[in-house]
């Protein structure tokens, strides 16, 4: 069965760069999540999107921003790079109507220098 | 918001006893509850999951059981083997979409030989 693709798999950068993390969602979902997990931690979501548009924001800095676009494939923006977003990030997508199942990817390490 | 607690931490099973992890909650709204395993290098799988008119479930080696009135909800893992080996989360959230998804701080489960 199709599962959430994520790429990158591995990305490094340096302080003050930015970094484009892109996840397509398993097909005939519509609903994508982005969490961020830090070594050790439990994943903290970032932002979700339902049917193209914004359903809900977590704790993402104003740096980051994501989108969805019409083939449902979702991108996460992040500029001005911190040490502090070293981080694993995941997407998630669940299908349609709106439900709580998530089935995650397998993440993008992220790591800035 | 939801407060998810977890415990324990870190729980080493000899292979073939079970293994429980046991988690509460806050928020009476809360009625969907699932469990996910994370191993090394992945994102986090949907195992199980149980919502608030269910008192338990079962699949195979596992269950999870719950208790309404108490807030809380627990992961029982059977016969364990050393494939089990993992970081195992549970999550609470109101229903109706995954935004409101809140996750434990982990458990990482040691399976020894």
């Known amino acids: 069965a199709a599962g959430v693709i994520q790429s990158p798999r591995h990305l490094i950068k340096e302080k003050r760069e930015t970094a484009t993390l892109k996840c397509y969602p398993i097909p005939r979902h519509d609903t994508v999540y982005w969490y961020q997990q830090g070594p050790g931690q439990d994943p903290q979501f970032l932002i979700s999107?339902?049917?193209?548009?914004?359903?809900d924001k977590g704790s993402i800095p104003d740096r980051f921003s994501a989108q969805q676009f019409s083939d449902y494939h979702s991108e996460l923006n992040m500029s001005s790079l911190e040490l502090g977003d070293s981080a694993l990030y995941f997407c998630?997508?669940?299908?349609?109507?709106?439900?709580?199942?998530?089935?995650f990817g397998s993440g993008t390490q992220l790591s800035v220098l | 918001g939801e407060n998810v607690e977890q415990h324990p931490s870190t729980l080493s099973v000899q292979e073939g006893d079970s293994a429980v992890i046991k988690c509460t909650y806050s928020?009476?709204?809360?009625?969907?509850f699932p469990w996910y395993k994370q191993e090394l290098g992945k994102g986090p799988q949907l195992i199980i999951d149980i919502r608030s008119n269910v008192g338990e479930k079962k699949d195979q080696r596992i269950a999870v059981t719950l208790n309404k009135t108490a807030k809380h909800f627990s992961l029982h893992i059977t016969e364990t083997q050393p494939e089990d080996s993992a970081v195992y989360f549970c999550a609470a959230s109101p229903g109706g979409g995954a935004d409101g998804l809140t996750f434990g701080k982990g458990t990482h489960l040691i399976i020894q030989p």
């Open positions: 998630a997508s669940s299908p349609s109507p709106p439900n709580e199942k998530l089935f």
């Open positions: 999107f339902y049917e193209k548009m914004q359903s």
């Open positions: 928020d009476s709204a809360s009625n969907y």
